[in-house]
């Protein structure tokens, strides 16, 4: 019935967090359904009377963050609504035991199908708006001979043009590519901005961001990433010149280079993670050692050249 769904809202009880209540409408009937959710256990559906229909009094309106008892609202989706945003309880690649309870994940499904479609749908709507270049292969020093090579010239734009439609689909991906994009697929370019991201994946910013979303990563984690690989390349050559004067000093630099190295391959696996404040602090100190070593290096660069004209 999922395909004839109208709107859907789901409740999480304030007291058992585990405890799922959802509430369907398909056109003008109402389906109230109750699932547990236990870490450690599968997920099962359970009876459930209903609750939030009231008879002879209007029910008040259901908004996300709205509490009814000892449930509150943690999702609403309302057709040809602005689609919602899935909660990582909700979301289907991240909590693949939704699976368990067909009821809710095949309602769920359908909202994210359609949440896909609309990305697709702007998308495209954004290529169709970006000016195309005509070329006409036409000497413009003189008139042309007849009517037949304004003709061939509007038959190569035509061409062209096809050709370009034609780069633009193969451009985008699949919905069905994107739905299967996981973790450790994404991580392989976290080394690079969010745009490049997109642009190796085949897939709209867009929707790469709001794929992020479902794995609960608030930030492309690009800055973090390279901000750890500059401390680390600084901590190597800094144990090289250690290596030659203390060897004591020299470790306790390996020592924390790798310290370092572990929490880049940490951030990797769970981008959603923040740089460690011992980290935090430390670059701060590498970043104004480096600025005291900068400007020491200009102020003797600017002492000898004003030694050397002084002597002229």
Not at 37 to 44: A, I, S, T
Not at 242 to 250: D, L, R, T, Y
Request: hydrophobic share 30%.
């Amino acid at each position: 019935m999922a395909h004839s769904l109208t709107s859907l809202a789901v409740f999480q009880s304030v007291i058992r967090k585990e405890m799922i209540r959802s509430l369907h409408v398909y056109g003008s009937k109402e389906i109230e359904r109750e699932f547990l959710l236990e870490r450690n256990g599968p997920y099962v559906e359970k009876k459930a009377k209903p609750l939030f229909r009231s008879e002879g009094s209007r029910r008040p309106e259901i908004s996300e963050g709205s509490v009814f008892g000892t449930w509150r609202c943690i999702f609403v989706f309302r057709f040809n609504h602005s689609l919602p945003l899935f909660p990582t309880l909700l979301c289907l690649s991240r909590n693949p035991k939704l699976e368990d309870i067909p009821n809710l994940a095949n309602a769920l499904k359908f909202i994210s199908e359609l949440v896909f479609k609309e990305d697709r749908d702007r998308d495209c709507e954004v290529d169709q708006l970006k000016p195309r270049k005509l070329v006409l292969k036409q000497d413009l020093n003189c008139l042309p001979d007849s009517e037949t090579e304004s003709e061939e010239n509007q038959t190569e734009c035509s061409e062209s043009d096809a050709k370009t439609e034609m780069m633009i689909k193969k451009r985008r991906a699949p919905s069905k590519h994107v739905a299967e994009l996981s973790l450790e697929q994404l991580s392989k370019y976290f080394g690079v901005t969010i745009v490049e991201a997109s642009r190796r994946l085949n897939i709209g910013l867009t929707v790469l961001k709001k794929k992020c979303r479902e794995f609960g990563i608030p930030r492309w984690p690009h800055r973090k990433i390279k901000s750890l690989e500059t401390l680390i390349q600084d901590l190597q050559g800094e144990a090289e010149k250690q290596q030659e004067k203390n060897e004591e000093a020299a470790m306790e630099v390996a020592k924390r280079r790798k310290k370092l190295e572990t929490e880049k391959s940490n951030i990797v696996k769970r981008p959603f993670m923040e740089i460690q404040k011992e980290t935090k602090r430390f670059r701060q100190d590498n970043f104004k050692r480096r600025h005291r070593a900068s400007r020491a290096k200009k102020n003797q660069e600017s002492l000898v050249t004003s030694s050397s004209s002084s002597r002229f």
